[in-house]
């Protein structure tokens, strides 16, 4: 399945550290997206990186894609509480009629503790 | 202005019954979304529209039908609820499907007993 996976599961790290998380997916892609979810809440889209983009940044947000080896890196700076969150890749695929499907990972549990 | 709402937030029923989530979207984006996030957070793909037109249906039981009255409007019809349906189901709209961000609404924790 194109489904993507999320590496490490869960993540706890002290606030003003730096928080990297990883996504494995195995099909070929038109963009790879990040997402937040606070807890009890819907996704909040952080940053799409097309397939012909190797870097993107925003913020204290960091993306790499290295489409040769299917994965992609999240890198938030400085952390802070509110960061604490699970964070979700989405891979863009064919669906079939020419639609493309977003495909979610299951995610990394990020906790910043104060 | 929330940019894409479903109603309703919570919903308890019992087994066997039949129930409606609504989702509107005032974004004019021309492509919405069903997605079903289980117990474990894995969110599933569930139903694809664009211009009213179905576009993707990932194998959901036919228990499920979705409606889209309009463009902005995407609302999911359960019949025979099962003790498997309890999820949080979250619409979701985009322009252009999956070429670009999606926006969420804040999800419909269904929980059927």
């Known amino acids: 399945s194109q489904q993507g996976e999320e590496d490490p599961q869960a993540l706890s790290i002290q606030e003003g550290e730096n928080a990297t998380m990883n996504c494995s997916y195995k099909t070929s892609i038109n963009n790879l997206q990040w997402y937040r979810q606070n807890s009890g809440r819907g996704l909040v889209h952080l940053i799409l990186?097309?397939?012909?983009?190797r870097e993107k940044h925003s913020g204290r947000l960091r993306v790499t894609l290295d489409t040769s080896k299917k994965s992609s890196s999240l890198l938030i700076t400085a952390s802070r509480a509110a960061d604490t969150a699970s964070y979700f890749c989405?891979?863009?695929?064919?669906?079939?009629?020419?639609?493309?499907?977003?495909?979610f990972g299951q995610g990394t549990r990020l906790t910043i503790n104060p | 202005d929330t940019a894409v709402s479903q109603t309703p937030k919570y919903l308890v029923t019992q087994m066997g019954n039949d129930k409606s989530i609504k989702c509107e979207q005032n974004l004019g984006h021309d492509t919405m979304y069903w997605y079903k996030q289980d117990s474990k957070k894995f969110l599933k793909i569930m139903f694809s529209?664009?211009?009213?037109?179905?576009?993707i249906n990932e194998t959901v039981p036919n228990r499920f039908s979705p409606k889209s009255p309009d463009k902005a409007h995407l609302n999911l019809h359960i019949n025979s609820l099962e003790l498997g349906d309890s999820a949080v189901y979250f619409c979701?709209?985009?322009?252009?499907?999956?070429?670009?961000?999606?926006?969420f609404g804040q999800g419909t924790r269904l929980t059927v007993v």
């Open positions: 979701a709209s985009s322009r252009g499907a999956g070429r670009t961000e999606a926006f």
């Open positions: 989405a891979t863009a695929a064919s669906g079939g009629q020419g639609a493309q499907k977003l495909v």
């Open positions: 529209y664009n211009n009213k037109e179905l576009i």
């Open positions: 990186i097309r397939s012909n983009e």
